[in-house]
């Protein structure tokens, strides 16, 4: 590890510490990935809800869905983790996939809108012309077209929340953030930590672009 000592930086970066940190970190990962695959999951179905309600003629849907995506894509994603937590009194785990979930269906529902509003008129007309009802228009025809066309929207959406579980620390949620600020507090070096951390999530969110990058190739097919 003495060779480590050669990248480091005095009073700004420690190398040794910083690779010494890693495992540390990362034993918050599964965390880190539970929290970004169940809120992501959760809000793909809310964010179609909403974008269903939204395209919907029926006034009782369509504006309370405008109404919440409107609320939600213009309040912190903290303020609202804060909402749930303390204001709910919801435990730290549950608090964090709801606030993750309500938050990221709004500009999914975004997206999904945009998307559906790009298919060809004419492949609803077609559809609708085969006699095909509402709902296996939009399952058959419409959203398998839409879907390819999200997707680099809805990788940007997943990165965004990936780098927001972060923010679980704030309630106690032992996640990699939270994991880095004990190492960090440990050691009273704060600065190699972090940068560490950040490296660590540059990492994974670097992998999470490669596979929608090869998602992206396979659907192109």
């Not at 910083?18 to 179905?45: E, H, M, N, R, Y």
């Not at 529902?109 to 790009?118: D, G, N, P, Q, T």
């Not at 949620?173 to 070096?189: C, R, S, W």
Request: one cysteine or more; aromatic letters at 14%; a positive charge.
């Amino acid at each position: 590890m003495n060779w480590l000592s050669h990248f480091s930086i005095p009073n700004f970066f420690d190398a040794p510490l910083a690779v010494q940190s890693i495992p540390k970190i990362l034993a918050g990962f599964p965390i880190s990935a539970f929290l970004t695959i169940i809120s992501f999951a959760l809000a793909l179905i809310l964010g179609l809800l909403l974008t269903l309600a939204q395209l919907s003629k029926f006034r009782i849907l369509h504006w309370p869905a405008r109404a919440f995506i409107s609320f939600m894509r213009g309040v912190p994603m903290l303020v609202v983790l804060f909402i749930i937590y303390f204001g709910f009194q919801t435990d730290a785990i549950p608090a964090a996939i709801i606030s993750f979930t309500i938050s990221c269906s709004a500009f999914i529902s975004e997206v999904f809108r945009s998307s559906f509003l790009a298919v060809n008129n004419g492949q609803w007309e077609a559809a609708y012309s085969l006699g095909l009802p509402y709902r296996k228009v939009i399952s058959k025809v419409v959203l398998p077209q839409a879907f390819r066309v999200a997707i680099p929207a809805l990788g940007n959406i997943l990165l965004d929340l990936f780098k927001g579980t972060s923010l679980a620390a704030m309630i106690t949620v032992t996640d990699m953030f939270m994991d880095a600020k004990i190492v960090a507090g440990a050691n009273l070096d704060y600065m190699t930590i972090y940068i560490t951390i950040a490296i660590i999530y540059w990492f994974f969110c670097w992998l999470i672009t490669i596979g929608q990058t090869q998602l992206e190739n396979h659907l192109a097919l």
